[in-house]
């Protein structure tokens, strides 16, 4: 079973604008993770926001943690064509080192 | 490092065939996960090791997927025999455990006729 599920399924946006994906979960978790998937591609980590953790922030990429809503979100500044991909969320449920994943937000940025 | 490395990248087969999907982990790295991917079920883990020791294999579908890490710079996912549900990519990932980031590999995708 999932335990994270992203939202939206898919997101449209122009380059320039923001892109905002949420990930909601079920159980208590050590960390949260956001890995990106280009077309045809492996997985590639992100940022991993721990459960003490609130906001983290890496480059153009802006995550916040609410453990009390069980919710996370991603935020991609000043989107780029080359941001188009698929966005997952995966959580650390203290399950011996296994990660869950949710089913993805597919982003296409037009240029 | 060249990364968590797979093959074969595709792979055609019939329908009852065996097929076998090979994986090397980043070196050091003392856990490996191999994970099926479908629009229909998303990402699943199917098995994942520990000094190549399984410890958990509870996503496998049925007894017709197996597993090894004979040691720790190789990995096998053996369908026998296959069927056209089978088909999905498979990846595999890698990382020094404590949950953090896994390490994925490109993927096979595997094509079941």
């Known amino acids: 079973s999932q335990q994270g599920e992203e939202d939206p399924q898919a997101l449209s946006i122009q380059e320039g604008e923001n892109a905002t994906m949420n990930c909601s979960y079920k159980?208590?978790?050590?960390?949260l993770q956001w890995y990106r998937q280009n077309s045809g591609r492996g997985l590639v980590h992100l940022i991993l926001?721990?459960?003490?953790?609130r906001e983290k922030h890496s480059g153009r990429l802006r995550v916040t943690l609410d453990t009390s809503k069980k919710s996370s979100s991603l935020l991609i500044t000043a989107s780029r064509a080359a941001d188009t991909a698929s966005y997952f969320c995966?959580?650390?449920?203290?399950?011996?080192?296994?990660?869950?994943f949710g089913g993805g937000t597919r982003l296409m940025v037009k240029p | 490092d060249a990364g968590v490395i797979q093959s074969p990248r595709h792979e055609v087969t019939e329908m009852g065939q065996e097929v076998t999907l090979r994986c090397k982990p980043i070196?050091?790295?003392?856990?490996l996960f191999w994970y099926r991917q479908t629009m229909m079920r998303g990402l699943e883990l199917l098995i994942y090791?520990?000094?190549?020791?399984?410890?958990?294999d509870s996503g496998m579908p049925e007894d017709r997927f197996s597993a090894k890490m004979p040691n720790a710079s190789f990995s096998t996912l053996k369908i026998q025999p296959s069927e056209p549900r089978d088909s999905a990519v498979y990846f595999c990932?890698?990382?020094?455990?404590?949950?953090?980031?896994?390490?994925f590999g490109p993927g096979t995708r595997l094509t079941v006729l």
């Open positions: 995966a959580t650390d449920a203290n399950a011996g080192n296994m990660l869950t």
């Open positions: 159980t208590s978790i050590n960390n």
């Open positions: 926001i721990r459960s003490n953790e």
């Open positions: 070196s050091g790295h003392d856990y």
């Open positions: 090791f520990n000094n190549n020791v399984p410890i958990d």
């Open positions: 990932a890698s990382n020094l455990g404590g949950g953090k980031e896994q390490f």
